[in-house]
Every structure is written in C-alpha cells, then in structure tokens.
Nanobody, 127 residues
Framework: QVQLVESGGGLVQTGGSLRLACLVS????????MGWFRQVPGEERVFVAA????????KHADAMQGRFTISSDNAKNTLYLQMNGLKPDDTAVYHC????????????????????WGQGTQVTVSS
C-alpha cells in the first residue's frame, strides 16, 4: 500500500516562499499521477497542481499559475510544490494525492480523481 507524507509547511509572511514535499513510500512514484490540493476548514478540497507519472506534463490552477510549480524527483520518490509570492488567501492545509497510472491522465482536477491521500501540511501566510 502506498503512503504519502507531506512536509515543509509553516508560517510565512506575505510575499514569502515555501517548498512543500510529499514523500511516497511503498511503491515507486512512477506508478502514479500526482497532485496537490488545498483545503480550508468548512470548505472542499481545491485543486492546486498536478503532474503525470512520467513528469512530462504539469497542470496548475489559474489562481496559482506563475507562482506555484509542481515537480517530482524519481530518485527521491518525492513530489514537490514550490510556492512563491504567497498571499494570505493561500493559507490552507495542503495535501498531496496519487492516482494509479494504469488509467489515462484525462481527469485530474477533482479529489475523486485520486486514489491515495496524505494527511496534509499546514501553510499559514500572515499579512
């Protein structure tokens, strides 16, 4: 069974940067399409970014385009989210997610598109 463990969250001032990491254990990360979502209390999880299993294609939500970058390191079995220009509205718990790559990467925007989830890491941006 694959396990996902996020790290790298914390408190940062407006305009600052953080790099989140998601360590994949149990299987090689290349078996999965990967994604990042974020969630604030009382609301649904929102798509942030996604990357296909080979790392050749990435997608980012419009609100994060140009500020956030998703990437993966197969040697470290780790998914990353580089976040620059952080704003108070970016405050949320950030979750990584994995989807078995035996299905086409045709849908990646919804939480239901993913099979496995990490517990999340808190990101707080102060004004």
């Amino acid at each position: 069974q694959v396990q996902l463990v996020e790290s790298g969250g914390g408190l940062v001032q407006t305009g600052g940067s953080l790099r989140l990491a998601c360590l994949v254990s149990g299987h090689t990360i290349r078996l999965y399409h990967m994604g990042w979502f974020r969630q604030v209390p009382g609301e649904e999880r929102v798509f942030v970014a996604a990357i296909n299993w080979s790392g050749t294609t990435t997608k980012h939500a419009d609100a994060m385009q140009g500020r956030f970058t998703i990437s993966s390191d197969n040697a470290k079995n780790t998914l990353y989210l580089q976040m620059n220009g952080l704003k108070p509205d970016d405050t949320a718990v950030y979750h990584c997610a994995a989807r078995d790559n035996d299905r086409p990467w045709s849908s990646y925007l919804r939480p239901d598109d993913y099979d496995y989830w990490g517990q999340g890491t808190q990101v707080t941006v102060s004004s």
